[in-house]
């Protein structure tokens, strides 16, 4: 029975999710070449010393991944899910100290003939043992020790990734709090978080950061006399006050239906919000103008500032914002961007690979991109949802959490709804590791997939 | 906890919904992106033409081109680290530089000035300075060059027919009915350069060129669908004898008038001297400007364009356009006799009575004003003023086509009409009926209201030599490589005066020459046919004209030469006339004493110059 297996490695494969992936890596590879297509040059798109022959090289490089992972047994991954964590943990660790720089951050291995990035591949084996533990029987994230435990499993990647001074990359660990909501973790504690996310960037959005980082300087925060006058007049805190007092309200208007005890006690807890969403707002302050360092504040306060030095810190986003911008309905045709061919916009082949799409395809094609991502998407959580194993349905919402928050950030960089912050876009971004990581990332849940009958025995 | 699956899925729809309508906001409601990605990546590159080139009628080269440089300046890219040197190099001051730089900078000054675009920093750089400062243009980013041609003349001659070209003034850019020129662009300001700028100018090329983000070239915009192809100008073939302009000038110099020499049978204008005049190389390149303004304040005025813009008494040449309306009106025969009767009109000492061809011969005024007289009251009607009316009216519209009183349509872009005064203009002076020929009677010597400009003087001898008819005279014979005129200068203009009156006219012009005013001017072998004028000039000394046709038998050139301030016409103007003449005709001069004399006549100083 077993060279049956081995001749049948396709055997239930998803195909709808490989169609997707093909199609996603051929556009990819289409629009690296459209960035350093070269009109004066005759050059062609399988030349391999431009980046679309490169990309070629890895691609074939992810197909030999692929046929690797299909014939490797299901039960592998799950086996080894630990010891691959701890490996990668420890690679993540000399990384920091062996790593080569680039760009001030210390996250590049040189392996001789290639570069990778250990922490492209820290997500995958996170992943695993993220899967391997939530889905041991008897493990259920609601209780307290199993969050605690989950959360240690994610924070030693995001401090080893933190030291290596790369923070797009740390950030990506946030996916996994959704993986976690789904297996049960209290929804408020999601509720909470967006709460705290809005309310720090409607704090910088209305405190106009711009003017703000003047009076700054003094620092006058926290030594100013009139600092807390000042801050009353924020509006953000005015409209905390209204929102608040409000709820008060409604409850002592309501009294009736309930005990004084009760009342008292909804009270208390408002007021107690109250007076830590106000803390909130001062500490974001303080945390945006004395903890975060320059480049990070930047890229922050070019968001909420568009015109800000559109030619220093502003830069990137603004010629982002231009090569997408001047895209219109159908967008200028393939090749014919003059803002992404010409190096207008920095980073082209990998982060801002989009603002090709932008400008070559218009509204109508960067449409039609978004909505296969989505699908896409909604796919792997359908998949994941049909796993009669816990591990290969955590593992299959890590990979959707994974792929949706570099959809989210990558996209969102590119039209100024985040800031900048240097992660690919899955599968369409140029270069070996991202691509290699997402395809080992996507196969070996489209590997357990395949096996979705057989439940893995053993935990 | 399967039910949060959705909520999951909703999350990924709303993000991928957020995102499609940003992008809708981006993409297709604001269009200042589109606009600052072609400020980005594309540069328009204007391909300017080859100014077509002026050639005399027998090849010789007139008008050409020279190629300078303009340095323009993108003030983005521009990195001075050491001003001093810079200035050095490029031979200006830092005090100097700085203004320039300021003036480039503000927008008021400077139009349309963009950071990201080439601003002219230094202008028409010749191809010697250039090359100075060309090997420094790398060690400064910013700094480009772009290549223009200015005009250049082969001689120092015929300027004020030639015309020249400049900076197109903000009132003509705004005043122009396509937007063809722009800020910067040249254009003809006078002259022939004017009227033929759009054969001349050619049309402009543009080319959308595609620069990455350090400025390098990068091919065609769209590959190349918007670019427009630039066609050079067409060439001219102008109608000069430059050889018979650049004598005209010689024998004029020190001299205020004007010389108009015409081939009668085309029309073409062999000679257009206006004296003083300048070289035309000055209104060219960097001291344009600088030269222009010196040569407005000359106070003998070369840039007055006299042959088409001096409205003069014509004087006794008027005579002859008197007999030939007479003629043909039939006030007077080629018979008619009348006494020099000194105490009608002066006159000088001749025999008399003559006929027309005696009275042309000795210019004799009392006979003139007998023919006027006659021509004017020929009792029509009863009243004497009324018969007058309608007499002069009659009179003055066979002198109208004879090319008096209007527009002479010379392709060069002023010219003057001249005046022979209508019914209207009298009644207008006098009141209705309340003037007759005693009121108006020195207009029978050519004196009093009429004002004639010298190109319809030369029109009248080339009208004489045809005996009745005129192609309105022009410079230019042919244009581009077919070779075509402009329909003006193909038609006839006939006169009201049929050709066998003209007889007797001649026959007196060649008795100006042979026997006459004139006789004293003869010219070896050739037979000219002339008839002198001496205007009188209320301000100073008389004016003194002469026009004239040679040969007798089929006319090759009919000339009108005017001067002023120089007295007889016999003196001045016919001797200048009959040099020109023989120039022309035998290319050889037989009289040297006589073109001394006129060379070392020297008249300035009997101008009278207005402060």
């Known amino acids: ?459 | 906890m399967q039910e949060r699956r959705f909520i999951v899925q909703a999350i990924m729809i709303a993000i991928g919904l957020i995102y499609v309508i940003r992008l809708f906001f981006l993409q297709v409601l604001d269009s200042s992106y589109k606009i600052e990605a072609e400020i980005n990546a594309i540069e328009k590159v204007v391909d300017y033409p080859y100014r077509g080139l002026i050639y005399d009628r027998h090849g010789d080269l007139l008008v050409f081109n020279t190629p300078v440089f303009d340095i323009t300046i993108v003030t983005k890219e521009f990195k001075l680290a050491d001003t001093a040197l810079f200035c050095t190099r490029f031979g200006t001051t830092p005090a100097d530089f700085k203004k320039l730089m300021s003036d480039i900078k503000n927008p008021a000054k400077n139009i349309g000035y963009s950071r990201n675009k080439p601003q002219t920093l230094f202008k028409q750089l010749s191809l010697e300075d250039f090359a100075h400062v060309q090997d420094y243009m790398q060690d400064y980013p910013g700094l480009y060059t772009q290549a223009r041609t200015v005009r250049s003349y082969t001689y120092a001659s015929a300027a004020n027919a030639l015309g020249y070209i400049g900076e197109i003034g903000p009132k003509a850019l705004k005043a122009q009915e396509s937007s063809y020129y722009k800020q910067g662009d040249y254009i003809g300001q006078s002259g022939l350069e004017l009227y033929y700028e759009k054969e001349l100018r050619g049309r402009r090329g543009v080319k959308y060129i595609m620069k990455d983000v350090h400025g390098v070239l990068k091919g065609k915009y769209r590959g190349g669908a918007y670019d427009t192809i630039s066609a050079p100008g067409e060439n001219l073939i102008s109608t000069f004898d430059i050889q018979l302009q650049q004598y005209g000038e010689k024998l004029l110099q020190n001299k205020i008038g004007c010389v108009v020499a015409i081939e009668p049978q085309t029309g073409e204008i062999l000679a257009f001297v206006s004296s003083p005049s300048y070289d035309p190389n000055l209104l060219t390149g960097r001291k344009y400007s600088a030269n222009y303004h010196e040569l407005e304040k000359d106070p003998y005025k070369p840039l007055f364009n006299r042959p088409l813009m001096a409205m003069y008494p014509p004087g006794s040449i008027f005579k002859l356009a008197q007999a030939a309306v007479a003629l043909q009106e039939g006030a007077i025969t080629d018979k008619t006799r009348f006494p020099c009767d000194k105490s009608l009109v002066n006159c000088h000492q001749h025999p008399s009575p003559q006929d027309l061809r005696g009275a042309i011969q000795w210019s004799c005024n009392p006979y003139f004003y007998m023919v006027f007289k006659k021509m004017i009251s020929r009792d029509l009607v009863q009243n004497k003023f009324k018969d007058t009316e309608i007499n002069y009216d009659e009179w003055r519209r066979n002198m109208l086509t004879m090319g008096f009183g209007q527009k002479m349509l010379v392709d060069l872009p002023s010219s003057k009409s001249g005046n022979i005064p209508s019914n209207a203009y009298y009644d207008k002076i006098y009141g209705d009926l309340h003037w007759k020929f005693s009121t108006i009677y020195s207009l029978s010597i050519g004196q009093g209201e009429i004002n004639v400009v010298p190109i319809q003087m030369a029109n009248l001898a080339a009208l004489i030599a045809n005996r009745g008819w005129y192609i309105t005279p022009h410079f230019i014979k042919s244009i581009g490589k077919d070779g075509h005129v402009l329909e003006e200068y193909k038609k006839k203009h006939v006169s009201s005066v049929e050709p066998k009156y003209f007889d007797p006219i001649i026959d007196g012009m060649a008795q100006v020459v042979l026997g006459g005013t004139a006789y004293w001017l003869q010219v070896k072998d050739i037979e000219i046919c002339g008839k002198t004028g001496t205007a009188e000039n209320p301000h100073g000394d008389d004016h003194s004209v002469y026009i004239a046709f040679a040969p007798k038998q089929s006319p090759k050139i009919a000339i009108a030469v005017y001067v002023e301030n120089a007295g007889f016409g016999a003196m001045t103007a016919a001797p200048i006339a009959h040099l020109m003449i023989e120039k022309y005709l035998k290319d050889t001069i037989t009289k040297a004493p006589l073109e001394k004399m006129i060379l070392e006549k020297n008249l300035l100083h009997k101008v009278k110059i207005k402060p």
Not at chain 1, 92 to 119: C, M, Y
Not at chain 1, 372 to 401: H, P
């Open chain 1, 1 to 459: 029975m077993r060279s049956d297996e081995k001749i049948n490695i396709t055997n239930n494969i998803d195909w709808i999710t490989v169609g997707f992936y093909i199609l996603f890596v051929f556009l990819g590879w289409l629009n690296i070449y459209a960035v350093v297509y070269d009109p004066e040059a005759v050059s062609n798109i399988f030349d391999f010393s431009i980046n679309s022959g490169k990309q070629l090289m890895w691609i074939g490089g992810a197909f030999l991944l692929i046929v690797a992972i299909l014939v490797i047994d299901y039960k592998f991954y799950s086996t080894f899910a630990y010891i691959f964590y701890v490996i990668s943990m420890i690679i993540l660790l000399a990384t920091i100290f062996i790593g080569k720089e680039v760009n001030g951050s210390h996250s590049w291995l040189d392996l001789g003939f290639v570069r990778v990035q250990p922490a492209e591949f820290a997500k995958f084996t996170t992943a695993l043992a993220l899967a391997r533990y939530l889905g041991t029987l008897g493990v259920n994230i609601e209780r307290f020790d199993v969050m605690f435990k989950a959360g240690i499993l994610l924070l030693i990647p995001c401090a080893l990734i933190l030291l290596q001074n790369e923070t797009g990359g740390m950030l990506v660990f946030c996916a996994f709090i959704l993986v976690m909501y789904r297996e049960g973790l209290p929804g408020t504690l999601l509720l909470i978080g967006v709460s705290v996310t809005l309310l720090f960037v409607l704090t910088l959005a209305v405190g106009n950061p711009g003017q703000a980082a003047a009076t700054q300087a003094a620092g006058a925060i926290v030594h100013a006399k009139s600092g807390l006058a000042q801050y009353y007049s924020n509006p953000i805190l005015i409209g905390l006050t209204v929102l608040f007092g409000l709820f008060m309200l409604y409850f002592i208007i309501n009294r009736l239906r309930m005990t004084r005890k009760q009342l008292t006690n909804r009270l208390i807890v408002i007021l107690t919000i109250y007076v830590m969403s106000i803390g909130f707002v001062l500490a974001v302050h303080k945390i945006f103008f004395e903890v975060l360092q320059e480049h990070q504040r930047n890229r922050i306060m070019v968001l909420f500032d568009t015109e800000l030095d559109t030619q220093g810190k502003g830069y990137h986003l603004h010629q982002s914002k231009i090569a997408i911008g001047s895209g219109d309905l159908f967008g200028k045709g393939f090749l014919e961007g003059t803002q992404t061919k010409f190096d207008f916009v920095p980073e082209q082949s990998t982060d801002f690979i989009f603002c090709t799409i932008g400008e070559e395809h218009g509204w109508f094609g960067s449409t039609v991109l978004i909505a296969l991502y989505v699908l896409f998407m909604m796919r792997l959580v359908f998949l994941a949802e049909r796993q009669k194993d816990s591990f290969s349905r955590i593992y299959g919402y890590s990979v959707a959490s994974i792929i949706l928050f570099h959809f989210m950030v990558n996209i969102g960089m590119t039209i100024g709804l985040f800031p900048v912050i240097g992660i690919p876009l899955p599968f369409f971004s140029y270069g070996g590791s991202s691509l290699w990581s997402f395809t080992i990332l996507l196969f070996v849940f489209l590997k357990l997939d395949s096996h979705r009958g057989q439940v893995l025995a053993g935990h």
